[in-house]
């Protein structure tokens, strides 16, 4: 799952199943970004790499060079981790394997250390993220954008992004209180503006 907006494609289908059951949770209930202090959630570790205590990385945007750049990590909800608690952890080496990041941790040497770190949410300082091109934005910028048709009648805001096989999906918050989703392509977000707070859309039909 994306921690960045991924060059715009995709159909305009219906969201998948696993996508719709999470209709109505919040934000901080979903494995995304959240701007806590200046913190943002850019994947989950997933397994171990070699005997020496490595950790690999899932990117939520499913590119992990981005995130091989992160200098600190902060870990929370590992299985071997105290439930509320998050652990900031010193990068030693960083690389790429396969799909995934491979991190070397300072103080974690062993694969029993390690293990307790599985399934942790990583977050990092935002200032150690790459700055991005001009069509790709992070998810926590797009949160609380107005979402607006072409001719700029309101359609809602967005409360939350959630990721997807073929692209991800805005979840808008229309003025009735309902959730819609809208595919994060070029077909449907014409404009977004993280700036301005303000999105442009050209919704599905069946929108």
Do not use: N
């Not at 490595?54 to 200098?71: H, I, Q, R, Y």
């Not at 939350?160 to 805005?170: F, I, N, R, S, T």
């Amino acid at each position: 799952m994306a921690f960045e907006g991924r060059p715009a494609h995709g159909d305009g289908q219906e969201p998948p199943e696993e996508v719709r059951r999470l209709e109505g949770v919040s934000s901080a209930g979903t494995p995304m970004e959240r701007g806590r202090d200046g913190i943002i959630d850019i994947g989950r570790i997933v397994g171990l790499h070699g005997v020496r205590g490595k950790v690999k990385v899932a990117a939520f945007s499913e590119d992990p060079s981005g995130v091989l750049a992160a200098k600190t990590l902060r870990l929370s909800g590992g299985r071997g981790m105290e439930p509320g608690t998050a652990g900031e952890y010193e990068v030693a080496t960083a690389q790429r394997a396969g799909g995934c990041a491979v991190f070397s941790l300072k103080g974690v040497d062993t694969l029993e250390a390690a293990e307790k770190l599985v399934k942790a949410v990583v977050s990092v300082p935002r200032e150690e993220l790459p700055s991005l091109p001009e069509d790709e934005f992070y998810w926590i910028d797009a949160v609380g954008c107005l979402v607006v048709d072409e001719g700029g009648a309101p359609l809602g805001e967005v409360v939350g992004v959630e990721p997807g096989a073929a692209h991800d999906w805005l979840v808008v918050r229309r003025p009735g209180g309902e959730d819609g989703y809208l595919p994060v392509a070029a077909a449907f977000l014409r404009k977004v503006d993280t700036a301005a707070r303000r999105v442009v859309a050209s919704p599905p039909e069946e929108w």
